[in-house]
């Protein structure tokens, strides 16, 4: 079985996670969709179990993906024993309305943050603990971090990590001993590769949120795909870099397009190069696609036979992209 540990934690996971994410249905932020459109509870519970019969035990979700963590909880009832979850906290969620409502980054606020998403996961610890906030000022999250000290010491929580992508943030919290991760965007195409490495030398795992590039990467849109407006990809978040208005952007088409071959010259299909180039670029990597259905389970976790690209395939595919044979681009 491809494994990886999680940083210091000592936890190990499958070398492939799952992403959560687009199985909570509807969500809200400032009037518009941060969702993945229509979702069937069912499927989602199936995929789930097809994942884990294929050798995925890491799972991925937040207490702002709407239904998420309960969803989870349904699919895991009598599999704890097999899996290790990662959750999150720090924006606000309504869940009558399905909104997200802002930020709090407060300790009262952590604590019943913590406490419910232990009680809608149905357990009585989470492996991992992820601050969500984009960024947060110095001795707020100095606080933050002691906060998840005490909820390690509490017996809550087993380790911890913040879903950034600031190197002065991961290793602010990179100074608490039960610190284990940073959750960063990175794929083929975006995402600073140099994260990576930093995260190594502080003894961090990277959990890899974007690895398919919103779905770019899995190889089904095209210049005539039309997203709509449910989706976070079609409802007109300026912070989604390849697609805008539901349409995927000319420049991630044409850069997909220059290194197709090479993702899929071994068998794989394009998302299963793609996972594979983020096994290759570091050995604490641990992407985490997301998934709505059994065929998207399926081809994900198929990637884990296949294991990380090789040092040609990753020099030619930064050939391709930009001649530096780094293979991403920095943003």
Known sequence: MFTRTLGRSGIVVSALGFGCWPIGGEIIEDGRSVGWG?????????????????????????DVYGRSEDVLSRALAGRWDRVVIASKFGRTYDRASHTITGDDPSPAHLRRAVEGSLRRLGTDVIDLYQFHLWDCPELEAEVVREELEALVDQGKIRAYGWSTDRLSNIELFAAGPHCATAQIHLNVLEGDRDLVAAC????????????????LLGGKYGEGSAISADDVRGSGQGWVAMFRDGR????????LAAIRDVLTSDGRTLAQGALGWLWAVGENTVPI????GMRQAEENAGALAYGPLSPDQVAQVGSLLDGSGQG????
């Open 38 to 62: 229509a979702v069937d509870d069912a499927e989602s519970v199936r995929a789930i179990h097809r994942a884990m019969d294929l050798g995925v035990t890491f799972f991925d979700t937040a």
């Open 200 to 215: 190594a030398r502080m003894g961090l795992a990277c959990v890899v949120r974007g690895p398919l590039a919103m779905g």
């Open 248 to 255: 995927p952007t000319a420049d991630g088409l044409r850069r």
């Open 289 to 292: 696609p997301g998934f709505k």
């Open 328 to 331: 991403v681009a920095q943003v």
